[in-house]
């Protein structure tokens, strides 16, 4: 089994930066894949980015491209994600996911707020 703790959220105005962490515990020996998605009140969830565990490629959403970064530190089992230049659309409930030779797994989400 994995677990998944996300850190970082919060309120920032337009423009403004935040960076969001998730502290994988478990089985991460076995994660070969980790993302971010989130959440916008009455929305759908949707994709934000990936990173491949092993190799480092990353995959952005045309939303985000250019804004936020993708990061992992395998030796901490955690995942980033820098987020700059934030826009009002940002606010939502950011979750991570992982994805390992079990299945999948989520975090609980927290909640990003862009507000003037």
């Known amino acids: 089994q994995v677990q998944l703790v996300e850190s970082g959220g919060g309120s920032v105005q337009p423009g403004g930066s935040l960076r969001l962490s998730c502290a994988a515990s478990?089985?991460?020996?076995?994660?070969?894949?980790m993302a971010w998605f989130r959440q916008a009140p009455g929305k759908e969830r949707e994709f934000v980015a990936n990173?491949?565990?092993?190799?480092?490629?990353?995959f952005y959403s045309d939303s985000v491209k250019g804004r936020f970064a993708i990061s992992r530190d395998n030796a901490k089992a955690t995942v980033s994600l820098q987020m700059n230049s934030l826009k009002f659309e940002d606010t939502a409930v950011y979750y991570c996911k992982a994805n390992y030779r079990r299945g999948e797994v989520w975090g609980q989400g927290t909640q990003v707020t862009v507000s003037s």
């Open positions: 990173i491949n565990w092993s190799g480092g490629s990353t």
């Open positions: 478990g089985q991460t020996f076995s994660i070969y894949g």
